[in-house]
């Protein structure tokens, strides 16, 4: 059986992927720093263990943490012998005001959460992956966001450190040239999550206005991002070897 570590896994797109992946056959280590409101509590981790059973194993680390994120690395390989496959979903949003506005706290918190995050866990990853019985089967998605990809309104921290994991992923697959194990990013447009929520309040606004821009009329669930993602992490996702999919719905064009 193949193991995944994906992390941001207790609500959103991280908890949808631990599902789909639980659901495709997977061990998955289910990493969240579990902070508490805005973000998720250890409650939201232990109900979806809860709902998953025993192939699901929580973790409550930040990462931030590079020695917390190798330890639940090296926990996953002593515990089933191998690691497969890394979702880095952990992420922030903050904004709200214009560039010249910014605050310092509200940069550092993007850059070492979103990007910085995406960093520590693919280093942790991957010489486990190089150690495993297959690492030609071995992948690292990191989830990024269409943000990535163009300028939104009053967000350019977040615009900054999406655009950043999408070169993290294209410098990644470099690196892993001849390895067997691919990298890719995948992008997603507004999706019915916290994140939705938490975007809306910075503009002070309803979801519906921000859905309003989603070219398919309506927000995209975690569902759908999961299984972009689960694809990405199947053996026929080396197709996508240094990609950033855009799964967002056309928002992106």
């Excluded at 973000?39 to 931030?64: K, T, Y």
């Excluded at 942790?124 to 300028?151: E, K």
């Excluded at 809306?200 to 999961?226: C, F, M, N, V």
Aim: hydrophobic share 50%.
């Amino acid at each position: 059986m193949r193991v995944a570590l994906v992390t941001g896994a207790a609500r959103g797109i991280g908890a949808a992927t631990v599902r789909r992946l639980a659901a495709d056959g997977f061990h998955v280590v289910a990493l969240d720093s579990c902070a508490g409101p805005p973000l998720a509590s250890p409650g939201d981790l232990e109900a979806l263990v809860a709902e998953l059973g025993e192939h699901v194993v929580p973790v409550i680390a930040d990462v931030r943490d590079r020695p917390a994120v190798d330890k639940a690395v090296a926990d996953a390989v002593a515990r089933w012998g191998r690691l497969d496959v890394a979702v880095a979903a952990a992420a922030v949003v903050r904004g709200g005001v214009p560039l010249w506005e910014t605050t310092d706290a509200d940069l550092e918190d993007l850059w070492d959460v979103d990007v910085r995050g995406v960093w520590n866990t693919a280093a942790a990853v991957v010489p486990a992956m190089f150690a495993g019985p297959d690492p030609s089967g071995c992948r690292f998605v990191a989830v990024a966001s269409a943000a990535g990809h163009t300028g939104l309104f009053h967000l350019a921290g977040y615009n900054a450190a999406k655009h950043a994991v999408v070169g993290l992923v294209r410098g990644l697959a470099a690196d892993l040239q001849g390895t067997g194990v691919t990298a890719c990013a995948v992008s997603p447009g507004s999706t019915d999550s916290a994140m939705l929520d938490a975007t809306a309040a910075l503009y002070d606004i309803d979801r519906a206005e921000l859905i309003e821009h989603q070219p398919l009329g309506r927000a995209l669930t975690p569902d759908e991002i999961a299984a972009t993602i689960a694809f990405a992490c199947s053996p026929a996702g080396l197709v996508w070897h240094g990609a950033d999919i855009h799964a967002d719905g056309g928002f992106t064009g």
